[in-house]
């Protein structure tokens, strides 16, 4: 509903008119118009004016940085852009309340000023930019003319818009065309007959230009220019030289180039006396020669050859690990070259000579150390060669365990190549590096532990040389086991019951990795408990296995399972020696036996000794003694009896 002027506010009314507030403020901060409303007289509009001031408003033809300030309000927004492409790059392109916006103008290529805006909020900032100066030049800018008279022509080169003139300020030349223009463009003129008794020399002004012209007396001989030097030996690296130019007053002469490599720099022409200078560039090849025509006369230029290569690429980076690249080889045709390594890991596999451009393929070894560089020779420059470093490292022992109370560890051996460091570090409160926290090729790493406070096992590590030693310490919850081992029979069974002591909150489990023990109780339990078991039944001989119980070990023994059995059990022989039946021994699988004579005149010849199933072989002597005799031997704990008849 209205609120009106004079009446109070409804309680009901009062959260929408507080809200309307809010709406308005918010507008404000958008730069927005806003409405401030007044709960006695209701809304009035409030408009947020900016006002924009250019610190320079005339810009100059090259171009730069200008700054536009922004006054306004500080609750209110706004936004700015450039009418015209030349204005560009303003920072910042929005903003709030009074700030400066900084914009850059480009150079102006016209002859001519040139104006535009900047606009914040549909309001416009006016600024202009001067036209640049106008640059001109002439070429040539002299000539020689008959003494009988002729005519010539000059260029001009403007820029658009740049209008220049040209006049005559000697009686004997006159312009033809070309006496005005704008840009580029062409001046022709013309000289009379020279009938006087010496040369002279008139000038031309071409837009703002002097141009030159000579005249020779009439019957003047040909003009006998010559330079010096007129050859020229040169580095491969080249350069700028100098040629003096020796010329009759009124002779004209020009001097060009007739191989790119050489280069007249600056002005090319003359009359009279005068100098040039020779540009030569670098010869990345064989040796060469080339000639420039200065003033009708021959400049010989011979260039060393300096066979320079390139590489592309022009270095490499290699992996740790063995591995092959190459890089190609830009050179001059009929430049031999060779490639070659001083290195042990690096190879040249192929390219190891070649006669212009080519290949070098290479290969490196393995690298267990730290990153090395290495050099290839190609052409006599050096390609730069970089192998990363592998810096493999072992350490000894990977983990430990440690008691519940505070101690020190055993030492961490830290095995890498001389050369890589290496650091030592652990995110573990309770385990404390006191030496080795960091090296260089072999080292040892200690440290010691506080007090594990609760009953449970806590493991922690230490990152050496990358790689992970893991720490294990043992709980507070301290038990013992009753017995710590016993004897079972061979035949198996229920075995007695081993007791765990524990202190009460502490839990605890049992198991084993021994295939013929199984855990029929306790395989786990909290405070004190028993843990009840059984062995399967053997028939083999006798063997160990254990139980891990409440983290102590229970060993269990069990008795040997084998049995054996020989056949036959005796055998009666006649006086004369000889060897004895075969006897089969019969045993189990794994059961070990011995065969062992009792009495001198029996030998044991094979099966002394035999696992499982076997046989054993003996030998009597002659008996002699003139009565009969009994011996015996005993076979896998059985015993086997020999009479001999008289």
């Not at 900032?125 to 003319?145: D, F």
């Not at 040209?166 to 013309?190: E, K, Y």
């Not at 059990?569 to 062992?596: D, E, F, H, M, R």
């Amino acid at each position: 509903m209205p609120v009106h002027s004079g009446s109070p506010i409804h309680p009901s009314v009062r959260p929408l008119t507080l809200l309307a507030v809010a709406l308005a403020c918010a507008f404000a901060v958008l730069g927005c118009n806003s409405t401030s409303t007044n709960v006695a007289t209701g809304p009035t509009p409030v408009k947020c004016s900016v006002a924009l001031t250019v610190a320079q408003a005339t810009m100059d033809p090259s171009g730069g940085a200008g700054t536009v300030t922004v006054t306004t309000a500080p609750e209110c927004a706004w936004t700015a852009s450039s009418e015209v492409a030349w204005m560009t790059s303003l920072s910042p392109a929005s903003g709030q309340g009074t700030g400066d916006i900084q914009f850059q103008v480009t150079p102006n290529p016209a002859q001519a000023m040139r104006q535009g805006d900047i606009l914040v909020n549909g309001v416009r900032a006016h600024v202009s930019q001067g036209a640049p100066a106008c640059a001109m030049a002439i070429a040539p800018t002299s000539q020689a003319v008959s003494a009988s008279g002729g005519s010539g022509s000059v260029h001009v080169s403007a820029s658009p818009g740049c209008g220049w003139s040209s006049s005559s300020g000697t009686a004997w030349l006159a312009i033809t065309s070309g006496s005005t223009g704008d840009g580029n463009g062409t001046v022709s003129f013309s000289a009379s007959a020279n009938t006087s008794t010496v040369a002279r020399v008139g000038t031309l002004t071409i837009a703002n230009q002097t141009f030159t012209v000579a005249q020779p007396e009439p019957g003047a001989p040909p003009c006998p220019n010559t330079i010096q030097p007129a050859a020229q030996n040169l580095l491969p690296a080249g350069g700028n030289f100098g040629i003096s130019i020796s010329a009759g007053p009124s002779c004209s002469w020009t001097a060009v180039s007739n191989v790119g490599w050489l280069a007249v720099v600056g002005v090319g022409s003359g009359i009279g006396d005068g100098a040039v200078t020779i540009s030569a560039a670098s010869n990345p090849g064989n040796a060469r020669v080339g000639t420039a025509t200065i003033a009708g006369q021959t400049l010989t230029v011979t260039q060393a050859g300096s066979c320079l290569a390139t590489f592309a690429p022009a270095s490499a980076s290699m992996a740790a690990t063995a591995g092959s690249s190459s890089t190609a080889v830009t050179i001059a045709a009929g430049c031999a070259w060779t490639a070659s390594s001083a290195d042990p890991w690096l190879t040249v596999t192929s390219g190891a000579s070649g006669n212009g451009n080519g290949t070098v393929a290479f290969s490196v070894t393995a690298n267990t150390g730290g990153s090395r560089s290495g050099m290839l020779t190609i052409a006599s420059q050096s390609f730069s060669i970089t192998q990363a470093g592998s810096c493999l490292s072992s350490i000894d022992p990977t983990s430990q365990s440690v008691p519940a109370g505070a101690g020190s560890g055993a030492p961490v051996s830290v095995a890498i190549a001389a050369g890589c460091a290496w650091t030592a570090s652990t995110t573990a409160p309770w385990i404390t590096i006191t030496s080795g926290a960091s090296g260089n090729g072999n080292g040892t790493v200690n440290f010691t532990f506080t007090a594990n406070p609760n009953p449970t096992i806590r493991t922690g590590t230490i990152t050496i040389a990358g790689q992970t030693h893991t720490v294990t310490q043992a709980g507070s919850c301290a038990g013992s086991i009753n017995p710590a081992s016993q004897t079972v029979a061979a035949a198996g069974g229920a075995a007695a019951n081993v007791a765990v002591t524990m202190p009460a909150g502490c839990a605890w489990t049992s198991s084993t990795t021994t295939p013929w023990i199984t855990i029929t109780s306790g395989a786990s339990g909290t405070g004190n408990g028993s843990v009840g078991f059984t062995a399967a039944a053997t028939t083999g001989p006798q063997r160990q296995g254990t139980l891990t119980i409440a983290g102590q070990t229970h060993t269990v023994t069990q008795s040997s399972g084998c049995t054996f059995s020989i056949a036959p059990s005796s055998q009666n022989l006649n006086k004369n020696a000889q060897t004895g039946t075969t006897i089969t021994v019969t045993a189990g699988a794994a059961c070990t036996w011995t065969a062992v004579s009792n009495d001198p005149w029996i030998t044991v010849v094979t099966g002394a000794s035999g696992t499982s199933n076997g046989t054993v072989t003996y030998s009597v002597t002659n008996n002699n003694t003139g009565s009969n005799r009994t011996g015996t031997m005993t076979i896998a704990g059985r015993t086997f009896t020999v009479n001999q008849d008289k």
